[in-house]
């Protein structure tokens, strides 16, 4: 590989396996876990952006004008349908905070994926067979084979390296309706720890872990609807705020990241954190200053955040006696936008 680390210079498969990784082995979009033989590498400010359109881009971002676009500071792993029509697709975003975050880490990983691209082809080779490996298909039933006969061998030699690394994601899906008749796959993926929490809280709590997530899904949906209509609400038009109808729900996507477990006092307290993203829409609606006409709009926000819940359960009480704390959340980052939808004299 050449001299200097960027996409296009080299092997870019390399430089995908070294990002796949850094980002830990998740979409940078969506966040969910993928397998690397459905990650791509993207471009955060898009690399076929108009030149007038790139330099802009660049000072809303405080980027020198000789930034390299192909650099791993603009680099992140997605997944094939977030780089698809339903995702980011080639759109080019302004520095919207949910950029602005994904920017940030993708600049925090640039050191080590440098490091680590440059260093790959000093591992004695080993790196390329752990490569091959990591773009073996499974679904090949000789490759399925080989894994389960001869990978438990690799996986205790990594524990005689370092005994912390040895562990993996499970990864499943939560079926819910939730109101107005919403279908929804809750994405669950959990490590060695977050599987013995589970398997507490349903074999010895005895608590159905797809109905607490139906509810606090629910109340989520409900959180989220409640601040988008505030946001949007907070938008300064040419008459000041306009008036918000109750937003719509385009999509949706609620992931559990992690569930852990303490004693407290007799009491078991499991705590759930996960990430959500979501586009929905609303009607808004404003007069003019002087009363005379009437302005709707419609107004568009997608958001990503993350969020938390806690259930406590005693350990001389019922089932049905768990106590489930309400959904909080603790990141928001909306991207909000409005397009005329109609105009007409109220006089």
């Given amino acids: 590989m050449g001299d200097k680390v960027r996409y296009g210079s080299g092997n870019d498969a390399v430089l995908r396996w070294v990002l796949y990784n850094a980002w830990g082995q998740r979409c940078y ?38 930034f390299d676009i192909h650099d791993p500071a603009n680099l992140a792993p997605i997944c094939i349908p977030c780089n698809g029509r339903r995702g980011k697709g080639n759109r080019v975003y302004a520095a919207v905070p949910l950029i602005l975050g994904r920017f940030e880490t993708a600049r925090e990983h640039r050191d080590t994926v440098i490091q680590q691209v440059r260093t790959f082809g000093a591992s004695m080779g080993i790196a390329e067979h752990l490569l091959a490996a990591g773009q073996a298909d499974l679904h090949d039933e000789r490759v399925r084979t080989a894994f389960v006969e001869h990978a438990p061998a690799i996986i205790q030699r990594l524990a005689l390296v370092d005994e912390t690394k040895v562990d993996f994601l499970t990864i499943w899906y939560v079926d819910v309706t939730l109101e107005d008749e919403i279908q929804l796959s809750i994405g669950v993926s959990l490590n060695a720890h977050g599987r013995a929490a589970a ?75 996960g990430n959500f993203e979501s586009s929905m829409a609303a009607s808004l609606a404003q007069t003019s200053p002087d009363g005379s006409d009437l302005l709707e709009l419609q107004g568009d926000a997608v958001v990503f955040g993350t969020f938390s819940f806690v259930v406590s359960w005693h350990f001389s009480a019922d089932p049905a006696d768990a106590y489930t704390g309400e959904c909080v959340i603790e990141d928001w980052k909306p991207d909000l936008s409005t397009t005329l939808a109609s105009w007409r004299s109220s006089s």
């Fill in 29 to 66: 979009w969506c966040e969910r876990p993928t397998d690397f033989n459905a990650i791509q590498i993207d471009h955060l400010l898009p690399k076929d952006a108009r030149k007038n359109n790139l330099d802009d881009l660049k000072r809303a971002y405080g980027l020198p004008n000789d």
């Fill in 199 to 273: 398997q507490i809280l349903e074999n010895m709590c005895r608590i159905d872990l797809e109905r607490v997530l139906e509810e606090r899904a629910d109340e989520l949906v409900g959180q989220i609807r409640e601040g988008v209509r505030e946001a949007l609400e907070a938008i300064d038009g040419p008459a000041g705020p306009p008036t918000a109808g109750p937003p719509v729900v385009d999509f949706i996507r609620i992931d559990i990241d992690s569930l852990g477990y303490q004693n407290v006092g007799a009491a078991v307290e499991f705590t759930f954190h």
